[in-house]
């Protein structure tokens, strides 16, 4: 048997069957949870090439896999990223009938773990780009459910993410050529400009950011934020990937200050939108790009950065799916489209909670999942790069008046007259132990972190 | 397999050879050029649904001229194949909803403008075209021009709509522009089979937006 069988094609095959199966939501949901969840641990305690040894049970597991041609290689360097890819599934899944998502949410998600396992462990690597591409595009029926119209931040998100694509395949191209040993300057300095372009296509740097809080509005909040996460962690681990696969990328200093640089320029503009922002769901997806900037921030921050980069992950996945879930209950509450979420602390305090803890985390307040991460990146852009600290903070001020304005609306405007109480308590439990995790991370750092650093190969 | 060995015959191999020696020739392939701007140009200004799948089927004849001066004619035909389902699937979407389709105006001077954009937009990209040869070695000139052609009037399709099926027929032409350029620089099967699957994904895509507003809701 081999790691990728476990972990691309049994996935794949299992994501398949639930969504042939109609009706039984609740055991879809749960199953699709609870696999995730089964193949994450799988990840964290089997070890990959070694003889495993289970009572009277022996066996290894190879790490290849040969496809038409061409191998999928899962070894144990790829550990880290299966945990990631599948806890991050369990865990939105594990919301995701709560807040009341599509039929097809269960098994599309697993389908995507699948492929997003397959784009990371596929040789030649830049084939990935390719499978990523898939993501974008069989995700699509969870945005537009049938009788709903088609919004314009649909149709930018198809367009964006289809553009990304050839950049990435082009870059591939390039860097072989490179790695073979053509070094040229005027070449290096072509990849970069594609890798530059197709990366901000895919991750939404400004400015092919617009769709991102326009896809927020239109869609079902939970589905956004799930699909917006997803191909973000997607492609920050593709990036991740290339760069460590080419000596002469990694040992690039003029790439680590181009990572930076759209860091940075990702938590500014994101940070001044945010400020201008009233409505909720759009909010939500200028703190999400505001958050990858740190990702791009830490990635470019020398080795110091290696581990951020992936510890950043998780404060990120809590921190969202709380806010996700949040918001979801907000619709289920009748508050309108455009909504502020006026009133919502005094119709349901936990909901209003969940919000402002995704909000503030992401911000990086004190106590919570994001702080002491957060507080780690700016300590290492400080040391590279003091200048574009002040930036930083002005972009993170920006979100941090749209949060107390949130708390402002949230507690002390009136609700509108069609709002209802929510009247989902497994809703309510479920953002509460999402809210508890995030102050137990951000509380007991010391404790929680070395574990998963741990991890890392 | 059963493909393996068809391609593998005689008589295929065959005619691939007769058509990769017509197509070679220098007149044609500015013939093929010719056809891929007026083709996309076309897609960009027609009114007619019909008319687009139509002018889309030719698209992808010229772009299996292009692609098959880097790949053999067998691994060429793919494309063809591929861009053919996909511009069926897309028309059967199209015909079966109504008739009207029209985001690009309908008043002849909004037209004559559209075209004067366009003129514009093809004399920039073949001034383009010696500077990006230099990008991409082992291209020859007709293949980067058709390609430059291709994405930057499948760009200007996408900066002007907000329709899905105008949309997913802007990405196919941007797309088409690309897998010529790549062509030129990658020959894997696997990258045939996953551009064929992007090609037929979008496709669908694409139908299901289409039909999805005229759905009965979920339950």
């Known amino acids: 048997m081999s790691a990728p069988l476990i972990w691309i094609f049994i996935p794949l095959l299992l994501g398949v069957s639930l969504l042939l199966l109609d009706g039984w939501r609740h055991l879809v949901a749960w199953a699709a949870t609870f696999s995730a969840l089964l193949f994450s641990l799988m990840a964290a305690f089997i070890p990959l090439g070694e003889l495993v040894v289970w009572g009277p049970l022996q066996f290894e597991l190879s790490d290849t896999f040969n496809i038409f041609g061409r191998q999928v290689i899962i070894d144990r360097s790829d550990t880290i990223i299966l945990m990631l890819v599948f806890a991050g599934t369990a865990f939105w899944n594990g919301g995701a009938y709560l807040a009341g998502t599509p039929r097809l949410f269960p098994g599309l998600s697993m389908v995507s773990a699948a492929f997003i396992v397959m784009a990371l462990s596929v040789e030649p690597f830049l084939y990935g780009a390719l499978i990523i591409f898939l993501v974008a595009l069989i995700n699509l029926p969870l945005l537009v459910s049938p009788g709903a119209k088609v919004g314009k931040g649909i149709l930018r998100y198809l367009v964006f993410q289809t553009l990304g694509m050839p950049f990435i395949l082009f870059v591939g191209w390039m860097l072989t050529g490179l790695a073979l040993g053509a070094s040229q300057t005027d070449v290096e300095f072509r990849a970069f400009i594609l890798l530059g372009v197709g990366f901000a296509l895919w991750l939404a740097v400004f400015p092919f950011h617009s769709w991102v809080p326009m896809l927020s509005q239109e869609v079902h909040p939970y589905v956004s934020t799930y699909l917006l996460h997803t191909l973000t962690m997607a492609s920050l681990l593709f990036l991740y990937g290339l760069i460590g696969r080419y000596a002469w990328l990694r040992d690039s200093l003029e790439l680590l200050a181009i990572l930076r640089a759209a860091g940075v320029l990702m938590v500014l503009v994101n940070g001044v939108f945010a400020l201008a922002e009233r409505h909720q769901s759009r909010l939500l997806g200028y703190a999400l790009l505001l958050d990858i900037g740190y990702s791009l921030i830490a990635l470019g921050s020398f080795d110091a950065g290696y581990q951020l980069f992936f510890a950043l992950f998780i404060p990120r996945i809590l921190a969202f799916a709380v806010w996700g879930l949040a918001l979801s209950a907000l619709n289920r509450m009748e508050y309108q489209v455009s909504s502020t979420g006026a009133g919502a602390y005094r119709m349901t305090p936990l909901v209003a909670l969940g919000m402002l803890v995704g909000l503030f985390s992401t911000l990086g307040f004190p106590l919570m999942a994001g702080f002491p991460l957060k507080l780690a990146v700016l300590e290492a852009l400080a040391a590279s790069d003091p200048a574009a600290l002040s930036w930083v903070i002005l972009g993170v001020g920006g979100l941090l008046v749209a949060g107390l304005r949130t708390l402002i609306y949230l507690v002390s405007v009136k609700a509108p007259a069609s709002a209802q109480t929510n009247p989902q308590r497994w809703l309510d439990l479920a953002i509460l132990l999402g809210t508890i995790m995030i102050f137990l991370i951000g509380s007991l750092p010391g404790w929680f972190l070395p574990i998963y650093i741990n991890l890392l190969p | ?219």
């Open chain 2, 1 to 219: 397999m059963g493909f393996v060995a068809f391609s593998n015959a005689p008589g295929f191999a065959r005619a691939g050879v007769v058509v990769n020696e017509f197509f070679n020739s220098e007149n044609v392939l500015f013939l093929i050029v010719i056809l891929l701007a007026s083709t996309a140009t076309g897609l960009l200004i027609a009114r007619s649904s019909r008319g687009r799948i139509l002018l889309l089927g030719i698209q992808y004849l010229g772009v299996f001229v292009m692609v098959n001066q880097s790949w053999p004619f067998e691994l060429a035909v793919v494309k063809l194949v591929t861009g053919w389902i996909a511009s069926t699937v897309i028309g059967l979407v199209v015909f079966s909803l109504s008739p009207e389709d029209g985001d690009v105006s309908s008043l002849p001077a909004g037209q004559l403008f559209l075209l004067l954009v366009v003129m514009l937009v093809l004399i920039t990209a073949w001034s383009l075209t010696p500077a990006a040869m230099l990008w991409i070695p082992g291209v020859s000139q007709a293949q980067m021009t058709a390609s430059l052609f291709l994405i930057s009037l499948g760009l200007l399709q996408l900066g002007l709509t907000a329709r899905p099926a105008r949309t997913i027929i802007g990405l196919f032409t941007v797309l088409s522009g690309f897998e010529i350029l790549y062509a030129a620089v990658e020959r894997s099967v696997l990258v045939a089979g996953l551009l064929a699957g992007v090609t037929l994904g979008l496709a669908m895509t694409g139908a299901y937006l289409m039909v999805a507003p005229g759905m009965e809701a979920d339950s």
